[in-house]
């Protein structure tokens, strides 16, 4: 314990609150659709989810493995960088957050992480080739994966129940939405708190705590997946509205074939170590099942938000984690007080500003549209 500095337990208190933020802004990813289809109540499913979440982080440590010791040198990374690449990260999930645009948290921490690195250890700091492998290719390939299987099982699913009466039809999908939904929520916590996880453990190898190429300990797992439980049963209430309603108005057949498609493919991906985007993959699958259903109608200028924000998601997050890195290697104990404050002060106004037009578990179904008014309007309680 002589290795866990002042500095290094801000980093890991830092980096357990990216993965809050990453629990409630990735809740969409599991839940959204069996919301707005009904399948199941909006408490229920956000508690369900929270408690896969903490189950699916004891599966596997490969996608860990491949932050703590893939994408940059380890031996070049020190605590002040990772806590500068995840201001950038927690700032970016807030900002997307308020505006309901379900982009990748994922991206949002490796863009971080390589512009804090870049700046602070130079570019021979960021594997790149590693970045391209792990990254980028399985976030182009892994949403049109999920999107096509999904489009395929939404038109059979549509075709084998052609002659069945609509309301057991609806029954029978809802039901299966239940094992499916659960099964993407298992999946994000495989996927997602393993990369919480990684950081720590970069974390703890930068301080001499670990030796290089070491996994994360029994505490680190257990602490991240803690952390994005509570923040997935909170309810991301404001991305949920996109997810189930901005895209396309979903139907339970198309429900369920989504969420099976994005358990595929998350679940595979955390298995080879691949550390992708289970928001993009569970857009795909949404949208995939949104043109498996004819006469369905798909919100073409919310997807195209959507992947306009996914794009600029990683370079956004590697300049704040840059500046935030500058200013931490330059001043030391007081530039790392002074982003912290800056950080905490954002966040605040961006909280404030999403108080102004609630979105909660009354009113998560209600309209496909998240917006930010200037103004409260009359009688309006807090949500989230």
Same mark, same amino acid.
């Given at each position: 314990m002589d290795h866990i500095t002042f500095l290094v337990a801000v980093v890991i208190v830092t980096a357990l609150a990216f993965d809050f933020t990453n629990g409630f802004h990735d809740t969409a990813n599991a839940m959204a659709t069996s919301i707005a289809t009904g399948a199941l109540r909006p408490r229920t499913a956000v508690l369900i989810s929270g408690v896969l979440n903490v189950v699916g982080a004891f599966l596997s440590t490969e996608v860990a493995k491949t932050i703590s010791g893939g994408i940059v040198d380890d031996t070049l990374v020190t605590p002040g960088m990772i806590f500068a690449g995840l201001v950038g990260a927690i700032? *970016?999930? !807030?900002?997307? *957050?308020?505006?309901? +645009?379900?982009?990748?948290?994922? &991206?949002? +921490?490796?863009?971080?992480?390589? =512009?804090?690195?870049?700046? =602070?250890? @130079? $570019?021979?700091?960021?594997?790149f080739d590693k970045v391209v492998e792990k990254v980028l290719l399985p976030a182009v390939a892994s949403p049109?994966?999920?999107?096509?299987?999904?489009?395929?099982?939404?038109?059979?699913?549509? #075709?084998? /129940?052609?002659?069945? #009466?609509? %309301?057991?039809?609806? %029954?029978?999908? #809802?039901?299966?939405?239940?094992a499916s939904a659960s099964l993407v929520s298992l999946a994000h916590g495989t996927n997602d708190a393993q990369k919480t996880m990684g950081v720590i453990t970069l974390t703890l190898i930068s301080a001499g705590a670990l030796g290089h190429d070491a996994g994360p300990p029994l505490w680190v797992i257990a602490s991240a997946g803690l952390a994005i439980g509570l923040g997935t049963y909170l309810g991301g209430w404001r991305i949920i509205r996109t997810m189930g309603k901005g895209l396309t108005d979903i139907?339970?057949?198309? =429900?369920?074939?989504?969420?099976?498609?994005? /358990?595929?493919?998350? !679940?595979?991906?955390?298995?080879?170590?691949f550390a992708l985007s289970t928001t993009q993959v569970c857009? @795909? @699958?949404? !949208?995939?099942?949104?043109?498996?259903?004819?006469?369905? $109608?798909?919100? *073409? =200028?919310?997807?195209?938000?959507?992947?306009?924000?996914? !794009?600029? /998601?990683?370079?956004?997050?590697?300049?704040?984690?840059?500046?935030?890195?500058?200013?931490?290697? &330059?001043g030391g104990n007081f530039g790392i007080v002074v982003i912290a404050l800056l950080a905490l002060a954002v966040a605040t106004f961006i909280v404030v500003m999403s108080r102004r037009n609630p979105v909660h578990a009354s009113n998560v179904n209600e309209t496909h549209a998240v917006s930010v008014r200037s103004t409260a309007p009359a009688g309006v309680g807090t949500a989230a």
């Open positions: 700032l *970016w999930n !807030l900002a997307t *957050w308020l505006l309901g +645009l379900p982009s990748s948290s994922s &991206h949002a +921490l490796f863009g971080g992480l390589i =512009g804090a690195v870049w700046v =602070g250890a @130079g $570019e021979h700091g960021v594997h049109l994966i999920a999107g096509v299987a999904a489009l395929i099982a939404t038109y059979f699913a549509y #075709r084998i /129940t052609a002659r069945a #009466r609509e %309301k057991t039809v609806t %029954k029978g999908f #809802r039901l299966g939405q239940i139907q339970s057949p198309q =429900g369920f074939a989504a969420e099976a498609a994005s /358990t595929t493919v998350i !679940l595979t991906s955390a298995h080879l170590g857009s @795909g @699958g949404i !949208l995939g099942a949104g043109l498996g259903r004819r006469l369905a $109608e798909v919100r *073409w =200028g919310t997807a195209g938000r959507m992947v306009v924000a996914w !794009l600029v /998601t990683l370079p956004a997050a590697a300049l704040v984690g840059g500046l935030s890195a500058s200013v931490v290697t &330059h």
